[in-house]
C-alpha cells in the first residue's frame, strides 16, 4: 500500500490512540481476497487489554467512516497489540521489556542472549546467564552496538519479585 496512505492514517490514527494512553506501533494494509485488512497496532506501559483495543477499534471505525482515508474498497479492521516476540526498535519498548529475556544481533556480529535489567538513553545493562554452573555477569550494550532486538518467549520466567531492576 503506498505510504501517503499509511501516513494519512497515521495522522489520523495516532491522536485517537493517544487520547486513551496507547501508541501507536504500526498501521499495514493488507489484501485478502476482494477485501484489505487494516491492521491497527497498539501498545502502552501495562500493556493492551481486550477492552482497551475494543474501545480504539469503535473509534477508529467512527473515524475512517467520516473520512475517505481507506477510500471506497471494503476492508476489515483489525486493532490489536504486538505480538509477544516482537522487535524492540524504541526506547518505550526496551523499558517495557525490563525483567524479560532478550536477544540482541550485534552490528559487530554474533548475537546475545540476555536478561535486560536496565536502560538509559544510551544502551542497556543486562544480565547474561551463566553456563555450566558458573555465575551470571553483567553486561552493557550501546544502543548504536545494536543492528536489531527481540523479546524471547519464555516458558519458565521468573516471577517479578526476584529480580532487582533499575531505570534510568
Do not use: N, W
Not at 27 to 41: E, H, K, M, N, S
Not at 112 to 127: I, Q, V, W, Y
Amino acid at each position: 500500500m503506498s505510504s501517503t496512505q499509511i501516513d494519512r492514517l497515521r495522522e489520523l490514527l495516532e491522536p485517537l490512540a493517544g487520547k486513551r494512553g496507547l501508541d501507536l506501533e504500526d498501521v499495514r494494509i493488507t489484501p485478502a481476497g476482494r477485501r484489505r485488512v487494516l491492521q491497527v497496532v497498539v501498545d502502552a506501559d501495562g500493556g493492551v487489554g481486550l477492552e482497551a483495543c475494543a474501545e480504539l477499534s469503535r473509534a477508529v471505525s467512527a473515524a475512517l467512516d467520516e473520512s475517505d482515508a481507506m477510500g471506497g474498497a471494503p476492508y476489515t479492521l483489525e486493532v490489536t497489540s504486538p505480538g509477544a516476540e516482537r522487535p524492540l526498535t524504541e526506547p518505550r519498548h526496551y523499558r517495557r521489556s525490563l525483567g524479560r529475556l532478550v536477544r540482541l544481533r550485534l552490528r559487530e556480529g554474533g548475537e546475545l542472549t540476555a536478561r535486560l535489567t536496565g536502560l538509559d538513553e544510551t544502551g542497556l545493562d543486562l544480565e547474561v546467564p551463566g553456563e555450566k554452573g558458573r555465575k551470571p555477569t553483567a553486561r552493557r550494550v550501546e544502543f548504536a552496538d545494536i543492528a536489531a532486538a527481540r523479546v524471547e518467549l519464555e516458558f519458565s520466567r521468573r516471577p517479578a519479585g526476584d529480580q532487582s531492576l533499575k531505570e534510568a
